[in-house]
């Protein structure tokens, strides 16, 4: 099925620990996105891109790398773990009209 | 900062009743967008209503859009258990793909 695949749902990590979540999209989106989603809060943004080669920082960026070699796939990095990035983290392509999300990464730093 | 800030941030209904929920927002805009987001799960994008647009409808749903006021509006009518949910409103900016996201309101239909 066409969409969003985040990996992996759950994952949880040691302060100081490197990770990388993937994300891919089958639908030929230039732009991707990655957010957070912290309790009772909408979602900020951390990092997009609008095509393979272009990326660019958000909101939250401090603590996050990305890259874009090709147009299906954006991962996040986390480059040092810290507890304040527990959260849930959401990959998104789309335009302008409309974005599809992926089902999640619930990431716990303790 | 967030664009939108939505009212109310917590609503209970019965079912079959009506539910409105409000977004504002600060800046010029391209559209304005509406998904819904069940218990931890993904958003779902319902409706998108652009700025030359005043009103938008999708099966129960019906969306307005004031843009002196900047503001907009989400109506879910004969509402549904199934329809118990965080609702988010979000902008796109002129010249921009980016969604500027408001906190949402919780939607809790009872049966």
């Known amino acids: 099925n066409a969409g969003v695949t985040q990996t992996p749902k759950f994952q949880v990590l040691k302060t100081g620990q490197s990770m990388t979540l993937q994300c891919a999209q089958d639908?030929?989106?230039?732009?991707m996105s990655w957010y957070r989603q912290d309790p009772g809060m909408g979602l900020r943004l951390i990092h997009y891109?609008?095509?393979?080669?272009?990326?660019d920082q958000g909101e939250v960026p401090n603590g996050y790398n990305v890259s874009r070699s090709t147009t299906e796939d954006f991962p996040l990095r986390l480059l040092s773990a810290a507890p304040s990035q527990t959260s849930v983290y959401f990959c998104?392509?789309?335009?302008?009209?409309?974005?599809?999300f992926g089902s999640g990464t619930r990431l716990t730093v303790v | 900062s967030q664009q939108g800030e939505e009212d109310p941030q917590a609503l209970s209904i019965q079912e079959g009743e009506n539910a409105t929920m409000n977004c504002s927002y600060k800046?010029?805009?391209?559209?304005l967008q509406w998904y819904r987001q069940n218990s931890g799960r993904g958003l779902v994008h319902l409706i998108l209503?652009?700025?030359n647009e005043r009103e938008k409808h999708s099966g129960r749903l019906r969306v307005t859009l004031d843009t002196s006021k900047k503001s907009s509006s989400l109506l879910i009518t004969a509402s549904r258990a199934a329809d118990t949910a965080s609702y988010f409103c979000?902008?796109?900016?002129?010249?921009?793909?980016?969604?500027?996201w408001g906190a949402g309101t919780k939607l809790i239909i009872k049966p």
């Open positions: 800046t010029s805009i391209n559209n």
């Open positions: 639908m030929n989106h230039e732009y």
């Open positions: 891109s609008v095509g393979a080669g272009i990326t």
């Open positions: 998104a392509s789309g335009t302008g009209s409309g974005y599809t």
């Open positions: 209503i652009r700025s």
């Open positions: 979000a902008t796109v900016l002129l010249n921009n793909y980016q969604l500027i």
